[in-house]
Structures are given as C-alpha cells and as structure tokens.
C-alpha cells in the first residue's frame, strides 16, 4: 500500500513562494506501474487539475497557468517529491494534492492534500 503524505501549504501573500513537500511510504518509482508522480489542485468549485508531474525518467510537465513560476522536482533518497510554487497569484489558492501513478493508466495513489492560500 502506498502513502503520499503532503506538507508545506500554508498562507502567503501575493508574489510570495511556497514549497510543498510530499512524502512517500517507499521506493515509490520502484512499484510496478508506477513511473509518474504529480501535483494537482482544486480550487473551490472548481475541478481539480493537473498542476505538474514527473516520471521516473525525470521528464517534466507543467500547467500553462505555471510555467516559469512553479518547479517540480524529487529526491529520491528520501522518497521525496517536492513543488517550488514562486511569484504566487491570490488563483494558485486551492488544496494541492500529490498522486502517483501510471502515464498508462493515470493516478493510482492520492495524498490527502494540503491548503495554499494567496492573499492579495
């Protein structure tokens, strides 16, 4: 069974930077199957979308919406996959959540997220 443990939102202002941090219960890229980990958001009303993924290969992706301001990157040493959110707007406010998965078949795992909120 996989855990993906979320840290690291919290409340920042306009223009302001954010890590996030998400904690895997193992060597999450040695499961089968899994060779892609990722970050999405909700937004209140909103659906939840992709915001940035990485595979086990290293190859990354991003939402247009943050290109240039976030950066997602991984550790493996500690089974760690972190986002550097920088230049923050009040609409990157949302709950983020970490999955992992397959580039096949989609996300298989989810954390239980955590809160980014952007004040004006």
């Known amino acids: 069974q996989v855990q993906l443990v979320e840290s690291g939102g919290g409340l920042v202002q306009a223009g302001g930077s954010l890590r996030l941090s998400c904690a895997a219960s193992?060597?999450?890229?040695?499961?089968?199957?899994?060779?892609?980990m990722g970050w999405h958001r909700q937004a209140p009303g909103k659906q939840r979308e992709l915001v940035a993924s990485i595979t086990s290969s290293g190859s990354t992706n991003y939402a247009d919406s943050v290109k240039g301001r976030f950066t997602i990157s991984r550790d493996n040493a500690k089974n760690t996959v972190y986002l550097q959110m920088n230049s923050l707007k009040p609409e990157d406010t949302a709950d983020y959540y970490c999955?992992?998965?397959?580039?096949?078949?989609?996300?298989?795992?989810w954390g239980k997220g955590t809160l980014v909120t952007v004040s004006s």
């Open positions: 999955a992992a998965g397959s580039q096949k078949y989609g996300m298989d795992y």
């Open positions: 193992g060597h999450i890229f040695r499961i089968n199957r899994i060779n892609v």
